[in-house]
Structures are given as structure tokens and as C-alpha cells.
């Protein structure tokens, strides 16, 4: 599981996204690729991308902005651990009445 140092959020093609990285330098590469509005902040602990989402989350990142508080909404949704499959339930045939 990789830890990440620094998250936020950038915007590509009006599309906002959560954004992860080790350093600040990664705000250089975003600007690079054409994104824009990009806001990282460091994590007070390295964390997984799940638990960067709950801090910020957490800590009210996104403020007023819909847009970003549903990019985080996403972004949580699709981190979290899938569900096992049930397993298919036992056939059990009844027993004639007599």
C-alpha cells in the first residue's frame, strides 16, 4: 500500500479530482499537464489515499465548494475496500410430508 505525504485537489479539463503526492514538487508536474485551481496540503502523517480523503474530508478541505466535496464523495466511495462475494447459499431440499 503506498503512503502519501501531501494531498488536495487540482482541476484538468473542468474535471476536479483528488490529488496525491510525497513532496510539493508534484504541484510543478500538475501545472506541467495543463491542471489548474491545484491545493495541496501536508497530511500530518503519511496515509493510504483512503485515509487522505477521510482527513480531508475530516477537516472540511473542500469548504463550500460542491464540486470538490462531491470529488471527495467519489473518490471515497471507489477506495473502499470492496465487499467479498457471498458465497452461493446451500440448496435444501425439503423432505417429502408424509
Do not use: C, W
Request: net charge neutral; no cysteine; proline share 6%.
Amino acid at each position: 500500500m503506498s503512503l502519501f505525504n501531501f494531498a488536495g485537489v487540482s482541476t484538468l479539463k473542468g474535471t476536479i479530482k483528488p490529488r496525491f503526492a510525497n513532496n510539493m514538487m508534484r504541484v510543478k508536474t500538475l501545472e506541467k499537464n495543463g491542471h489548474t485551481g491545484i491545493s495541496l496540503i501536508q497530511l500530518p502523517n503519511a496515509m493510504s489515499k483512503l485515509e487522505a480523503v477521510e482527513y480531508l474530508i475530516e477537516i472540511g478541505f473542500a469548504g463550500e465548494d460542491t464540486a470538490t466535496q462531491d470529488a471527495f464523495t467519489s473518490a471515497h466511495a471507489k477506495l473502499l475496500p470492496k465487499a467479498p462475494k457471498a458465497a452461493p447459499a446451500a440448496v435444501v431440499e425439503e423432505e417429502p410430508a408424509y
